[in-house]
């Protein structure tokens, strides 16, 4: 037995021992072909006896197929994606109503499809497993650790990585709250920043779901570090160019926002906000108290949904995590890959031709009534297909993204029913942005136009209309998607003028309820009939007093404004060719679809060579 032992040892000769039995036992192998049978026998005994010494050779040492790195990893893998109801950060989490991170990603990317990157980042405590002496004895010339095992671990607070939204591959950024409140104590800036470079190199689109300050730091940092740094903004290069080159980004607010999350999820494309849990701001209520002495707040208050989702910091607002994960996914549906990409189109059962009569009647004919925008956008494209971006801000104006024979294109719509479709600020800021966003993603704008102008009076001084109408209108003409309009009724002044006049050759047609010129007749009247109308009061007073003077001129303006209306029929603008065109608008469908379809089949595919060769360089920001 003794023998034996010594036999199995594993000393420097044995160890090259076992080396010769290797070599013999591949050299055997290869002359098989010509050896005997008796040969071919011994050859195999001898190739089990190597591998038989092999085998108890590894036993002094690491496993051949690196089994005990692999088991770390999966170790730490189940205790990152293992809750911890104990742990003070996962239970506020779940009794503020919300989602853990791991949940999120689960529910708003496609089952199974999730490929997670980064997944063992993290601090971890090791525990060391001594080997005991019999092991020692056996290999006194080994140089291997001592084998540990992890004992604690506390992932980077973003799980970031791969995954499918609808098949369609994507990367995605998101925050885990119940870790140190969001912020970047323990977790590693190189993450984040590697995933905003992937997306950009993949061209790929990017979701980003925010839930604290998405890797800004806190104070305990200097305590950390020892030092105090110099606010860097690293990866911030990056997503402006994804931006510019039409690589979507959306971003949902899950939480508080703040200071650094708060600015990835408003510099997205697009960006929603769960109303019952999300809110938004620079700094949070206590910093707020110090510097400001606004005390009490809370974080609805100082920054929730009613606030940013009606000031156009947020676009949309959504009732809950759920609805976030359905309204970004929507959005994703209609956009493509990249700016070098053509977005993706649908089949369609929404007949091409179909016409509706409905149509003809919406529009009143006492031009004082309002009427529904809405209902005319969602009537004229795919059925079920509109979606609108921003309804709660900048409510002059209608903006979202929809299908005309299953193909996405931007819709714009001036809204009659708030300040008479006159254009404040607000609206002409939101306009702008949707131009830019149509452009930089390649789809092609329909606008629905009934616009008296610019908003007037103080309020709108005050909010600089002008300032923010002047960035609309160059909006208009650096962007080059192609334009439809569809003129419902008014166009007017400037802001009717951009509009209808960015694009040559001009593409619009006119209902018959077409009502434009420089200026409306309700006070455009008085101002270019002012003399008239003063003279004809100042007879009215010399022939009967006061009363018989407003008379006359009350007289003079309604002879003035039937006169002004029979000119304005628009059949006249189009005797004189300034309307190219005055349709049916129950046939407004079928007319857009064939529009829309000849730009998807013939000019998108030279808008994409164009943007390739550096002719055209989109801007979003």
């Known amino acids: 037995m003794a023998d ?215 104070v305990t940092s200097i305590r950390t570090n020892g030092y105090s740094y110099v606010p860097p903004l690293n990866s911030f290069d990056v997503v402006v160019a994804q931006l510019n080159a039409g690589i979507p980004n959306l971003g949902a607010v899950l939480g508080p926002a703040i200071g650094l999350g708060a600015a990835r999820v408003v510099s997205c494309h697009f960006s929603v906000m769960a109303g019952d849990i999300g809110s938004l701001f620079n700094a949070g209520p206590k910093v707020v108290a110090g510097a400001t002495f606004e005390e009490g707040l809370s974080l609805q208050d100082l920054g929730g949904p009613d606030m940013h989702v009606r000031n156009g910091t947020i676009d949309n607002y959504a009732a809950n995590e759920k609805d976030a994960f359905r309204q970004l996914r929507t959005v994703l549906s209609y956009l493509p890959n990249n700016g070098a990409s053509l977005p993706p189109c649908l089949t369609s059962d929404d007949p091409r031709s179909r016409t509706d009569e409905l149509l003809r009647s919406i529009i009143p004919r006492k031009k004082e009534r309002m009427y529904d925008p809405r209902k005319i956008i969602s009537t004229i494209v795919d059925k079920s297909s509109f979606f609108e971006i921003g309804a709660l801000w900048g409510t002059t104006a209608i903006v979202g993204l929809a299908r005309l024979g299953g193909q996405p294109v931007g819709i714009i719509a001036n809204n009659c029913e708030v300040n008479a479709g006159a254009l404040d600020a607000a609206g002409s800021q939101k306009m702008a942005k949707h131009l830019k966003f149509c452009d930089v993603f390649n789809l092609p704008v329909v606008q629905f136009v009934d616009i008296p102008g610019y908003a007037i009076g103080t309020v709108a001084e005050r909010t600089a209309t002008m300032r923010h109408g002047v960035s609309l209108v160059t909006a208009y003409y650096s962007t080059t998607m192609p334009i439809f309009n569809v003129i419902l009724r008014k166009v007017y002044g400037v802001a009717g003028g951009a509009m209808m006049d960015c694009r040559d050759p001009r593409m619009r047609v006119a209902w018959p309820s077409g009502d434009w010129g420089s200026l409306p007749l309700d006070g455009g009247i008085e101002v270019g009939h002012s003399a008239e109308l003063k003279r004809a009061y100042q007879k009215g007073v010399q022939e009967g007093g006061e009363e018989e003077g407003n008379r006359q001129k009350q007289a003079l303006y309604n002879d003035l404004e039937r006169e002004y209306r029979r000119f304005m029929n628009p059949v006249r603008t189009a005797n004189a060719f300034g309307i190219e065109e005055i349709i049916d608008p129950a046939n407004t469908r ?32």
């Not at 002496?133 to 650790?145: I, L, Q």
């Not at 007319?591 to 808008?607: A, G």
């Open 4 to 218: 034996d032992k010594r036999d199995t040892r594993s000393t420097p000769a044995t160890k090259a021992q076992d080396r010769v039995g290797q070599i013999s036992s591949h050299l055997s192998a290869s002359s098989s072909s010509t050896a005997t049978r008796g040969d071919s026998v011994e050859s195999a005994q001898k190739a089990n006896s190597s591998r038989r010494r092999r085998r108890k050779s590894a036993e002094n040492g690491p496993p051949a197929d690196y089994s005990d790195i692999l088991s770390q990893i999966s170790t730490l893998r189940t205790m990152a994606a293992t809750p911890e109801p104990t742990r003070p950060g996962y239970a506020r989490q779940k009794q503020a109503g919300k989602l853990w991170v791991r949940e999120r990603v689960e529910q708003m990317f496609d089952r199974g499809s999730v490929r997670e990157i980064g997944s063992v980042s993290g601090t971890v405590e090791w525990r060391t497993k001594k080997r005991d002496a019999s092991e020692d004895a056996k290999d006194t010339s080994s140089t291997r650790p001592d084998a540990e095992d992890p004992e604690s671990f506390v992932p980077s607070n973003n799980v970031q990585g791969l995954a499918l939204v609808g098949g369609r591959k994507v990367c995605f950024t998101a925050d885990d709250y119940s870790l140190r409140a969001g912020h970047a104590d323990g977790a590693l800036w190189e993450k984040t920043i590697y995933m905003e470079k992937l997306c950009f190199h993949l061209r790929i689109p990017i979701v980003k779901l925010v839930d604290g300050s998405s890797g800004g730091g806190s």
């Open 590 to 621: 079928p007319l857009l679809c064939q529009w829309v379809s000849h730009v998807y089949e013939e000019l998108l595919p030279i808008r994409l060579r164009e943007r390739d060769t550096g002719k055209i360089c989109p801007r979003f920001s």
